[in-house]
């Protein structure tokens, strides 16, 4: 039967994930913790509290060598904490005098980069950390989705682009199972999917971005995915995995099993 084999949920908007056991999906089909912070444009066209296109803020797409930080966020305490390597860049609060240290902080080590948004654009500066650190709200699709693949689809991306080792972390999912055939769950779309004790609609493909070229060990933009899925699966647009909605949410955790509805 299949089952849940790796969980991940992303803090900051377009950062790397945190590896979870479990992890909790409200009400509506958003993942708690996920996508709550976002450092964003000060020409951003939208109020700071609004969703908008992931480029108007920094994020892997833009930013590949976002892949060699260390993100971790502590929901009880409202911290962050940002690494790069075994150099920490920031550990604080989100209250005023926090999130200036932390925008600093990010705003240095992107300036660093020799591929970066703010390169000569000025008008984007200074940085804003934007959101409250518990309303999930910065996912690329605006209605909010729990996102998922199977490691058999994983292994069949890889084969195509010549990479036996391709890591699942560039596709940016909440949830991976294993046990099904490869591709299978892009014919779950428009159909019921009940993973432990939590219902979804599955309600989309997830046309993919930039962001997975970005190797997520070194930062660098290695492997043509968007081409590559377009080219060796015939699609029309570069899709991996799936997004999900549910109405009543509940808890998720590895081992779970995975059942169509």
Not at 19 to 28: A, N
Not at 47 to 68: E, F, Q
Not at 162 to 184: C, K, M, Q, S, T
Request: aromatic letters at 6%; charged letters at 25%.
């Amino acid at each position: 039967m299949p089952k849940v084999v790796a969980l991940y949920r992303y803090p900051v908007k377009g950062f790397t994930p945190e590896c979870c056991e479990r992890i909790t999906v409200l009400p509506g089909g958003r993942v708690a913790g996920d996508r709550v912070l976002n450092f964003r444009f000060n020409d951003a066209p939208v109020a700071d509290t609004a969703w908008c296109r992931k480029y108007h803020g920094v994020v892997l797409a833009n930013t590949p060598a976002l892949a060699r930080l260390n993100v971790t966020f502590d929901d009880h305490k409202q911290r962050l904490r940002i690494a790069h390597e075994n150099h920490l860049l920031a550990d604080d609060t989100l209250d005023e005098a926090g999130r200036q240290r932390l925008v600093d902080a990010i705003t240095g080590y992107v300036l660093s980069l020799e591929e970066n948004p703010l390169k000569g654009q000025p008008a984007r500066l200074p940085l804003k950390l934007v959101g409250d650190g518990v309303t999930p709200r910065y996912q690329d699709n605006e209605g909010g989705l729990v996102t998922l693949h199977s490691r058999e689809s994983l292994a069949s991306a890889a084969a195509a682009l010549g990479d036996a080792n391709l890591d699942e972390a560039r596709f940016r999912h909440n949830i991976v199972i294993g046990g099904v055939a490869a591709w299978e769950e892009q014919a779950w779309i428009g159909g019921k999917l009940r993973i432990g004790g939590v219902t979804f609609d599955v309600a989309k493909p997830e046309t993919r971005c930039l962001a997975t070229h970005a190797n997520p060990a070194t930062g660098e933009r290695d492997l043509d995915v968007m081409q590559t899925l377009v080219r060796a699966f015939k699609q029309q647009q570069p899709t991996f995995g799936v997004g999900m909605l549910s109405v009543a949410g509940g808890e998720i955790r590895v081992g779970d099993t995975v059942v169509l509805t």
